[in-house]
C-alpha cells in the first residue's frame, strides 16, 4: 500500500519538473530554527508547525494548535521574518496561515536608493487519512518589488501563486517517509507585462529514530537523523541531511549539512555546488519552545547566518464548574460525587513528543495502565506474561489467567494475537516494551471504549 500512495505523486512530480522555468523561488530553503539547524532535511521529520514550510502532510500530526515565528539577519542589509500557526478542526483537517517577509535595504536603483522585499502569504490545509498517512497542500500569495516607484525598474515589481503539495507516511515506529512538491504552477506577473514561472522543487526525505524509546536501538540516549534529496528543474539534485540528539525531554542540540546551488553568474561562479554547515540547540519547557539555529556558508565568503524561533502550542484549561454542594442524602449528593472532570496523567519520563505518549497518558487516565510507585512509567522496561495478564484482565474485568512463568518476557506477537490486533508486527519475536504495549491496548475497541467514557479531560 505504502509503495502505490507514493510511487504515483513521485512519477508525476518528475514529469512536472521537466516543464521549463525561468525564474528563483524567492522565499525557498528559508524556514524555522529547527530545520535550518538540520540542514532544511525535514520532509519525512516534519513533526511540528515548522512543517508549514517544508511538508504540509505534517501538519495534520498536531493534536494542539500551535504557533510560530522566526527572525534571522543575514547580514547588515537583509532579514528574515516568518509568523505563522496551524490549529486543528473537524472533519480532522488541520489549517494554517503563515507570512514570510525577505527584505534587503539599500539597493541603489538609477538615482533612487530603496529597498527591495520579497514576501508572502500562505494557506495550508492538511489531512490524516489514517494513523500513519497523511496529505498537505498550501496556497501562496507570492509579491515582490521596490520600496516606492523608479521609472525603468518596473520589473522588479510582481506578484503571483503557488502552490505546494506534500505526502507523509509513518513506515515503521521508528521511520517516516515524506514527499513535497513545492511552487507547483507557481508564476510572478511583473508591472512591465513581463511574467516568470518559478522552478518546481521535488523534495523526498526519511527521519529515522536510531537510538531511544521505540526507536531502531532500544538506548537511553534519543538520536533521530534526517536525509532529503531536492531536484529542481534548474539545478543538480541536492543532499541534505541532520543529526538530532535529545539530551533531555526539555533540550535538543541538532547538526546537519546542506548543499545550495549557484544559480547566478555573480558574485560566484554558476554552477558550483555548495556544502554549508548547520548547528542549533532547541529548548521546549511546558507549552513554550526556543530553537536556535547557526548556517556557516560554504561559498567563498564563509559567512554565518543566525536563525532564531518561538514556538507555542496552545492548551485551553478546562476549569470544573462551581455549583452548590448539594445537602446530604439528597438525590444529588451521589450525582455530585462523580467527578466532572478528571486531570489527565503525566509521567516526567514521557516527554511531549515521545512517540507513544497519547497512548500512555490515556491509558493511565482511564486505569488501564499505571506507572510505579516513583511516578514514573518506565516506558522502555520489558513486559513479563504476568504483567500482561494483570493489566489484559483489568481492561476486560476477568480474573487474570493463570500462568506457568509469569517473569518470561512476551514477545510483540505474542500480545499482539493474545489483543487479536491484525496490522503485521515488525520483528515479532522482540520482547514488548511497556510504551509497545500501551500503543496495542490504545488500539483496541474496549480501550477506546474506556477512553469515551471519561467525563472532561483537564491537562
Known amino acids: 500500500m505504502f509503495r502505490n500512495q507514493l510511487l504515483a505523486p513521485c512519477l508525476f512530480c518528475l514529469l512536472l519538473l521537466t516543464c521549463p522555468a525561468?525564474?528563483?523561488?524567492?522565499?525557498?530553503?528559508?524556514?524555522?530554527?529547527?530545520?535550518?539547524?538540520?540542514?532544511?532535511?525535514?520532509?519525512?521529520?516534519?513533526?511540528?508547525?515548522y512543517a508549514f514550510?517544508?511538508?504540509?502532510?505534517?501538519?495534520?500530526?498536531?493534536?494542539?494548535?500551535?504557533?510560530?515565528?522566526?527572525?534571522?539577519?543575514?547580514?547588515?542589509?537583509?532579514?528574515?521574518?516568518?509568523?505563522?500557526?496551524?490549529?486543528?478542526?473537524?472533519?480532522?483537517?488541520?489549517?494554517g496561515?503563515?507570512?514570510?517577509?525577505?527584505?534587503?535595504?539599500?539597493?541603489q536603483a538609477s538615482s533612487e536608493t530603496v529597498d527591495n522585499t520579497d514576501q508572502?502569504?500562505?494557506?495550508?490545509?492538511?489531512?490524516?487519512?489514517?494513523?500513519?498517512?497523511?496529505?498537505?497542500?498550501?496556497?501562496?500569495?507570492?509579491?515582490?518589488?521596490?520600496?516606492?516607484?523608479?521609472?525603468?525598474?518596473?520589473?522588479?515589481?510582481?506578484?503571483?501563486?503557488?502552490?505546494?503539495?506534500?505526502?507523509?507516511?509513518?513506515?515503521?515506529?521508528?521511520?517516516?517517509?515524506?514527499?513535497?512538491?513545492?511552487?507547483?504552477?507557481?508564476?510572478i506577473n511583473y508591472q512591465d507585462g513581463s511574467s516568470a514561472d518559478l522552478p518546481y522543487e521535488l523534495v523526498v526525505g526519511g527521519a529515522l529514530d536510531l537510538f531511544g524509546r521505540g526507536a531502531l536501538f532500544e538506548e537511553r540516549n534519543e538520536i533521530g537523523v534526517t536525509l532529503d534529496f531536492n531536484k529542481s528543474r534548474d539545478a543538480p539534485l541536492l543532499v541534505r541531511g541532520g543529526?538530532?540528539?535529545?539530551?533531555?525531554?526539555?533540550?535538543?542540540?541538532?547538526?546537519?549539512?546542506?548543499?545550495?546551488?549557484?544559480?547566478l553568474q555573480d558574485p560566484f561562479p554558476r554552477g558550483i555546488i555548495y556544502n554549508n554547515l548547520t548547528a542549533g540547540l532547541g529548548f521546549h519547557y511546558s507549552s513554550f519552545a526556543v530553537d536556535y539555529a547557526m548556517r556557516r556558508n560554504g561559498d567563498p565568503t564563509g559567512d554565518v547566518i543566525n536563525y532564531l524561533s518561538f514556538g507555542y502550542e496552545y492548551a485551553e484549561p478546562t476549569a470544573e464548574a462551581v455549583?452548590?454542594?448539594?445537602?446530604?442524602?439528597?438525590?444529588?449528593?451521589?450525582?455530585?460525587?462523580?467527578?466532572?472532570?478528571?486531570?489527565?496523567?503525566?509521567f516526567p519520563d514521557v516527554p511531549a513528543k515521545f512517540w507513544a505518549r497519547e497512548a500512555i497518558e490515556m491509558l493511565a487516565t482511564a486505569g488501564l495502565m499505571w506507572g510505579y510507585t516513583d511516578g514514573s512509567?518506565?516506558?522502555?522496561?520489558?513486559?513479563?506474561?504476568?504483567?500482561?495478564?494483570?493489566?489484559?484482565?483489568?481492561?476486560?474485568?476477568?480474573?487474570?489467567?493463570?500462568?506457568?512463568d509469569g517473569q518470561k518476557l512476551i514477545t510483540r506477537q505474542e500480545a499482539a494475537d493474545r489483543l487479536k490486533l491484525k496490522a503485521r508486527i515488525d520483528r515479532p519475536r522482540r520482547p514488548l516494551t511497556r510504551a509497545e504495549l500501551a500503543v496495542m491496548i490504545y488500539q483496541t475497541d474496549w480501550a477506546q471504549a474506556a477512553i469515551k467514557r471519561l467525563p472532561t479531560l483537564q491537562e
Open 97 to 107: 496561515l503563515g507570512y514570510r517577509r525577505l527584505s534587503i535595504s539599500g539597493l
Open 323 to 346: 455549583r452548590p454542594a448539594p445537602e446530604e442524602n439528597s438525590p444529588l449528593a451521589a450525582e455530585a460525587s462523580i467527578p466532572r472532570v478528571v486531570r489527565v496523567k503525566h
Open 243 to 263: 543529526v538530532e540528539w535529545r539530551l533531555t525531554p526539555q533540550l535538543a542540540v541538532r547538526a546537519g549539512l546542506e548543499q545550495s546551488f549557484a544559480e
Open 53 to 95: 514550510y517544508v511538508n504540509q502532510a505534517g501538519l495534520a500530526g498536531l493534536k494542539l494548535p500551535n504557533f510560530f515565528s522566526t527572525y534571522s539577519q543575514l547580514d547588515a542589509n537583509t532579514a528574515f521574518s516568518a509568523l505563522g500557526g496551524a490549529v486543528p478542526g473537524t472533519f480532522g483537517l488541520t489549517v
Open 377 to 404: 512509567f518506565h516506558p522502555s522496561n520489558k513486559v513479563t506474561l504476568g504483567e500482561f495478564e494483570t493489566i489484559f484482565s483489568v481492561g476486560q474485568h476477568v480474573p487474570p489467567g493463570i500462568i506457568a
Open 22 to 49: 525561468l525564474a528563483s523561488s524567492p522565499l525557498g530553503g528559508f524556514n524555522g530554527a529547527r530545520p535550518q539547524a538540520l540542514g532544511n532535511a525535514y520532509a519525512g521529520l516534519a513533526d511540528d508547525a
Open 120 to 187: 508572502e502569504i500562505a494557506l495550508a490545509v492538511a489531512k490524516k487519512i489514517d494513523d500513519d498517512f497523511s496529505l498537505g497542500a498550501a496556497l501562496r500569495f507570492i509579491a515582490r518589488g521596490l520600496s516606492k516607484p523608479v521609472p525603468g525598474f518596473e520589473g522588479a515589481n510582481g506578484c503571483g501563486l503557488a502552490c505546494d503539495v506534500g505526502v507523509r507516511r509513518s513506515y515503521r515506529p521508528w521511520l517516516r517517509l515524506g514527499l513535497s512538491l513545492q511552487d507547483l504552477g507557481g508564476r
